[in-house]
């Protein structure tokens, strides 16, 4: 082949057309969102009714995993309760395969053990993809298990019965599932839309003070980003809802949960493909302070502590008013959660908790901060003496 042979050859490669395919890949799904007391009362219709959209719900199977200490703390009856739901309304429900009892608490978040036992019974009673695994329990069993789920036959649809304030107000509503690996929050984890969320008022009667308390962090988060009302009415009623009188605590749920889900489903982010995560607000140093106490601290506990830091160091930089500061301070000492915590004193440790959170964002490091009750902005860089006498001042 002489020169101009072979010019004429690279020429006509070059031109050869290119196939360029790019498409916006745009997904539908329906987040059904019940809440209700007594939810397995035979006269209930709420859990009854999520099934409703299924025209084949009698060929279906459910799977159903319930948090150790919920079903301790409600009794030898509650699974002759729930199965005794399912057969009252048998017409309008799918077939109970296997009712399982497994440990809670976040260290059911903490090894691969729970969403592998949830494949193997999805595998074991052939719960086919549009069958149900109902979770029942806090937030950590509803991660574990909805990962579980999520991974089995790529998907089967999850229900989850939330039965902490945390899981109500915030984490059931969410659609995503998180497992701990590397000492690391959430380190691994899918993201899947549950077919529906149960929030049951009477599920939360049996809690422990302290964990019905810590629930409340999230929803003062999600007040101060997004509802200035709703922090006016958290920090009136802070005393009433910290003695669990729930004229006052059920309307802060309630609107703590559809303000979660407003953000999910109206342009939110819901797979987190954005670098700004403005409902992770608080809580780049509330994961690493689980971390850090081998999650001694509760996850509520710690996005207390997380806001403080957050909201101090905003008052430092001058952009929160020492007014709104005091504010939020007092606020979240009425509802009876934490201020102070020592860990907060190890600076180097804690610090190491934005470089996580910038890997977990994506590669830059977005954190949210307030110029105020409802304005909250976006910061890419963060001054670490501030930030550190911040922390020294809350240990």
């Known amino acids: ?186 380190f691994v984890g899918s993201f899947a839309v549950p077919f529906a969320v149960v929030c049951d008022e009477l599920l939360l009667d049996t809690l422990p003070d302290a964990v019905f308390r810590a629930g409340f962090s999230e929803a003062v988060k999600i007040a101060l980003l997004k509802d200035p009302a709703l922090f006016a009415l958290i920090e009136r009623d802070a005393a009433a809802i910290a003695a669990r009188v729930l004229d006052a605590a059920s309307p802060v749920i309630r609107r703590s949960a559809e303000l979660h889900l407003r953000h999910i489903v109206d342009g939110g982010d819901p797979f987190e493909a954005n670098e700004a995560r403005p409902l992770d607000f608080g809580h780049w140093a509330a994961h690493r302070l689980e971390s850090m106490s081998g999650h001694a601290i509760s996850h509520g506990d710690a996005v207390a502590l997380g806001l403080l830091l957050d909201c101090r160091y905003a008052q430092l930089k001058g952009w929160l008013s020492d007014a709104d500061y005091t504010r939020i301070h007092s606020c979240i000492a009425m509802l009876g959660l934490p201020t102070r915590h020592p860990m907060l004193g190890n600076h180097t440790a804690l610090l190491h908790g934005l470089d996580e959170f910038r890997e977990h964002l994506g590669g830059t490091l977005t954190i949210t901060m307030l110029r105020g009750l409802g304005n909250s902005f976006e910061v890419h860089e963060v001054d670490s003496v501030l930030m550190r006498r911040a922390a020294e001042e809350l240990a």
């Open 1 to 186: 082949m002489n020169n101009d042979t072979a010019s004429a050859h690279d020429s006509t490669c070059n031109a050869a057309p290119k196939l360029v395919l790019d498409e916006r890949v745009q997904l539908s799904f329906a987040h059904r969102v019940r809440f209700t007391r007594g939810a397995f009362d035979a006269e209930n219709a709420a859990l009854r009714d999520v099934f409703a959209s299924d025209a084949a719900i009698r060929s279906r199977r459910a799977l159903i995993v319930v948090d150790r200490g919920v079903a301790a703390a409600h009794g030898a009856m509650f699974e002759s309760r729930v199965r005794a739901y399912f057969e009252a309304h048998a017409a309008s429900m799918p077939t109970i395969v296997e009712f399982v009892v497994v440990a809670g608490g976040e260290a059911a978040k903490q090894d691969s053990t729970l969403p592998d036992l949830i494949v193997e019974l999805v595998e074991k009673h052939r719960i086919c993809r549009k069958s149900f695994v109902i979770a029942i329990g806090g937030g950590a069993v509803l991660d574990a298990v909805g990962y579980g789920a999520a991974i089995a036959h790529r998907g089967v649809r999850l229900v989850r019965l939330p039965t902490t304030v945390l899981a109500q107000d915030d984490a059931a509503m969410g659609v995503k599932n998180g497992m701990n690996r590397f000492g690391k929050k959430n």
